[in-house]
Structures are given as structure tokens and as C-alpha cells.
DNA sequence: GACGTTTGTTTGGCTATTCAAACAATACGG
DNA sequence: CCGTATTGTTTGAATAGCCAAACAAACGTC
């Protein structure tokens, strides 16, 4: 299987993710949900929300009541968490980190919190726990990096222009 | 707008990404790219491939030959140059500086290579430089990093939980 | 020049996601 | 009991991608 068609096959959808993310935060800040609240949360139609959740249900992620409210299954939690902890670790890290504008780090976090497996984002969380525990080490290397942004002016002098700079590296490692 | 629905308002979509990143490739390794080619190397239709890249001139990233050879207009390089760089700058952040298997870093690089900003993007890059520049700051944290990372057994032991660890940092420092 | 291959396009079908609009069921007020 | 509102579902239409299959044009071979 060529690696760019994994883009779709992920556990779900970023539609579904938000889906279950809605039900996720609606019962922890209202104490229920209903299709409907799911849709006004999302900012999509019933008509929407009704078809997709009704997937979700069919997929054994939600469960709906007697009376027509809406709950995770032990499985549908664990997603949902799941991807609210990615989401977290994103922003943190290009936020807190890296120094992107909260509201960017939001956007991208968002686009990519359902995407990036489990490995990387254990990776990602150990390397912000590392950087963050306040040991002299990272948060003079923090400090360094703040001095280093800021030399390189705006960093758009380099505009992406990864090639140039250390690729080849490991292939000249040999070389030498 | 809120903010989830921002996952498909992209420059171009993931498939799109692709073509134009398969063109590219293929004017560098044969000297010229068909829609056959460009069917082959993403591994569909000629008919899908023939769609998207109709789509693709139409918006003026791709032009036609003459001969029906495909070329990438201005716009379509740097596009293609912009999401090329971004693929080999996540691919280096998550396996050569996480610890993440070549592969599966190279999966999660190729899922959000096309939605992360080029700010982010900037910012990643310059962080990467940063911490491979050499220096002894960097590399000793780096080694610390391996460190504990190794100490930590399986991060696995943590599972992504990110609530508990430091997110209300901030919240708390205001409390003092 | 007829046959087979390659190439590019078009068509119909499928899935997922959205909307708008129609509809049914339930509930509340008077 | 009638009218209105709320809720959830269904239906028809749109878009984006994909496939399979049919098709036309061009090229090669004998």
C-alpha cells in the first residue's frame, strides 16, 4: 500500500472525531447530550449529526438511552480521550514550545490531532514532559532557543528551505 | 467559523498534495510526466488521475504540453516545494529527534504534511536546526532525552495522559 | 492497411460529508 | 383539544475522491 493513501484510514474520521469529542464535553459541562446538542455544538444540521451519530452507534462508539441521550462506550471514551490528549500535546508543544500563536497552534492541532498514531504522540508527550520538568538543561536549551528565534530575525529569511541545511547529513556521515 | 471545520480549507487536498508532489518527482527522476505516469506512481485509475489533474490546470498548478506532457506552473513548484519540505521536516523532528521508526514517521509525515502552516512549519524547522546545529547544548540534551526516554521504560506506561502531568501549569502559577 | 497496445477522457457507480427541507412524534400552553 | 415548538429522522442534492468500464485517438508492427 502506497504510504499517501494511509491518509484515510485512520480509526476516524475528523468529522466522526469532533462527533465523539462533542458528546465527550457536552456531558461533562451540561451532564447530557442529545443529537441535537451535538449539531449546535458542531454548528452543522440535526439532519447531519442524526446520520453521523447513528454510524457511531452502528460502530459501537456511542449508545443511545431510552430517552434518546447520548453516551460514550468504554471504547467511544477511550478514542475520544484519546485524540483530546493529541490535540493537547499539540498545542503545547507548538504553542508553549515552539512559540506559535496560540490561535495557529489551535488550527493546526485540530487539523492533525486525529492523524498522528499513538507512537509519536507518546514521543511528542515524553519530549514536552522532558523539556517542561524544569531541569536546568532544557530550560536553559528553551532560553537558548528563544535567544536563537529571535538572532534569525524573522525566520522566514529561510522560508522552509529545509534542503540546503543538514539533509545529507547521514549519507556524508559515510563519506568522511 | 469554528475551528474543526478548518480541516478542509486547505491550499490543496492531501490527494491533490500528491499529484502535484508525483509530478515533480517524476520530471526529476524520467524528464517527463504523463497522466499515465502520474496514475502509476500514486497507484490509480488513469481516469482518477486524469480528473484531478484537469482540476489541477484549471486552477493553474499544472499545464499541459503540446504533447501532453505535464509540467508544474510557478505556483504548482513552490506548492509542491513548500509540501516536500514540510514532509522531510517532520519526518526528520519525529524519527531522527523523537525516536520514531523510520516508517511509521514517515506515515504521520505524509498525513499532515499538506495541513500544517508554514508557520508552524517555520518554527519546527528552525528548532530542528536548532537542536542538530551541533552545539553542545543541544546534543547533550538530546542524549538526556535518549536517557530518559530509556529510563522511562515504556512510555507506553503513560498512555497519553497528558491531564495529569502539567497542563494547569499555568492556571496555578496565577494561584501563588 | 488491419491488429493490438498505449494513452487520455468520459460515464456511471460508490462512499463520505454536508445542506435544506419535509416529515413524524412528542411535549407544553391555553 | 388545538396550536406551536422541539426533536430526531429521512430524502434529495451537492462536492470530492475513488473505481471499473467503455471509448476515441494515436502509434507500431507486420
Redesign the interface.
Known amino acids: 500500500m502506497?504510504?499517501?493513501?494511509?491518509?484515510e484510514q485512520n480509526v476516524v474520521s475528523?468529522s466522526a472525531a469532533?462527533h465523539l469529542m462533542a458528546i465527550s464535553e457536552l456531558l461533562a459541562s451540561n451532564g447530557y447530550a442529545r443529537v441535537t446538542d451535538v449539531a449546535r455544538r458542531?454548528?452543522i444540521t440535526r439532519g447531519s449529526a442524526s446520520i453521523t451519530l447513528k454510524a457511531l452507534r452502528e460502530r459501537g462508539l456511542v449508545v443511545e438511552d431510552e430517552n434518546k441521550f447520548l453516551h460514550l462506550s468504554e471504547q467511544g471514551r477511550e478514542l475520544a480521550n484519546?485524540i483530546q490528549?493529541?490535540r493537547?500535546?499539540l498545542i503545547?508543544f507548538?504553542h508553549e514550545?515552539?512559540?506559535?500563536?496560540e490561535d495557529?497552534?489551535?488550527?493546526?492541532a485540530?487539523?492533525?490531532e486525529h492523524?498522528?498514531?499513538?507512537?509519536?504522540?507518546?514521543?511528542?508527550?515524553?519530549?514536552i514532559?522532558?523539556l517542561?520538568s524544569g531541569s536546568k538543561?532544557?530550560d536553559?536549551?528553551l532560553k537558548?532557543?528563544n535567544n536563537?528565534?529571535l538572532e534569525?530575525g524573522d525566520?522566514?529569511s529561510?522560508?522552509?528551505?529545509?534542503?540546503d541545511?543538514?539533509?545529507h547529513?547521514h549519507d556524508q556521515d559515510n563519506v568522511e
Chains 1, 2 share one sequence.
Open positions: 502506497e504510504t499517501w493513501k494511509k491518509f475528523h469532533h458542531l454548528d484519546l490528549s493529541k493537547k500535546i503545547t507548538f514550545i515552539l512559540g506559535v500563536p495557529a497552534a489551535e488550527t493546526d485540530c487539523k492533525i492523524l498522528i498514531s499513538e507512537e509519536t504522540g507518546e514521543k511528542l508527550l515524553a519530549f514532559k522532558f517542561m538543561k532544557a536553559e536549551l537558548a532557543f536563537y528565534q534569525c525566520i522566514s529561510c522560508h522552509l528551505c529545509f534542503d541545511c543538514f539533509l547529513d
